[in-house]
């Protein structure tokens, strides 16, 4: 059976998972779903991964979001275990311990958003469309969308957003802080490389602390998160790559870090 998620791996440790459904806008049908979760928890235990790329296949769509023909013919205890996997699905993804960037190449609407708004940073081509879609639909995101849009956006605009299943273009998205980066479409996936190569020159042990560190203490009170910051740092005092930054900083030279 041919796998719906490709994943390649390069020599700086950058990973880019491809949804590879292009006939179908790379819509999140359970096949899909189990193989990028698979990927996603092969990812997630390599040592030398530094960063990961998010992309579709295709020049249309990052991703359609739930695969709403294959829903169709399901039952409801059925469709209670897709949006499950789904939700787990792209909370695996938030988790991955590096950051994680979407190139979001095309439309990207329901569960293809939510996918992207569980990365680190989002680029856009200038020509992606994007929204949760769902009340549209009689129902709501349930991949995440209603927690993270509103810590992303704010909560009167996230409401805004879901009430009226609103379509966004890539500029408006961007101007709403959605999208980080805006780029034609033929040169998005230079830039999101370029990107993740600037991320996974620095210290591998200190990203993933880094991450650890805002990712945890979001949500909580500025006394607990310092206290989440305290300890992620912790991590890295012990490490041969923080002797090594001060070595090459002290030499005048760039580092070479092997997340030690």
Do not use: W
Not at 66 to 72: F, G, I, S, T
Request: charged share 25%; hydrophobic share 40%; with cysteine.
């Amino acid at each position: 059976m041919t796998s719906l998620i490709d994943i390649s791996r390069d020599d700086k440790g950058i990973a880019i998972v491809t949804l590879n459904r292009p006939d179908a806008a790379n819509a999140l049908s359970t096949e899909l779903l189990h193989n990028l979760l698979e990927g996603l928890n092969e990812l997630k235990s390599a040592a030398d991964l530094r960063a990961v790329i998010v992309t579709g296949s295709g020049e249309k769509a990052f991703c359609a979001g739930a695969d709403l023909k294959e829903r169709a013919g399901m039952n409801e205890d059925e469709v209670k275990e897709t949006v499950k996997l789904i939700g787990d699905t792209i909370t695996a993804l938030e988790n991955l311990p590096v950051p994680v960037l979407a190139a979001i190449n095309g439309s990207a609407f329901g569960g293809g958003l939510e996918l992207a708004l569980a990365c680190d940073i989002r680029l856009a081509s200038e020509t992606a469309k994007m929204g949760l879609t769902e009340t549209s639909l009689g129902i709501i995101p349930g991949g995440g969308g209603t927690q993270r849009l509103p810590r992303i956006v704010g909560m009167a605009t996230a409401k805004e957003l879901i009430y009226t299943a609103k379509r966004l273009d890539a500029k408006t998205a961007h101007e709403l802080k959605i999208i980080s980066h805006l780029y034609p479409a033929q040169q998005l996936m230079d830039e999101a490389k370029k990107l993740a190569a600037e991320i996974a020159r620095n210290a591998p042990l200190a990203l993933r602390a880094a991450k650890a560190a805002m990712n945890q203490g979001v949500d909580t009170t500025l006394e607990n998160g310092l206290q989440i910051e305290k300890d992620c740092y912790q991590t890295t005092l012990k490490s041969r790559d923080r002797l090594e930054g001060l070595a090459a900083f002290k030499e005048k030279r760039k580092p070479v870090f092997m997340g030690q």
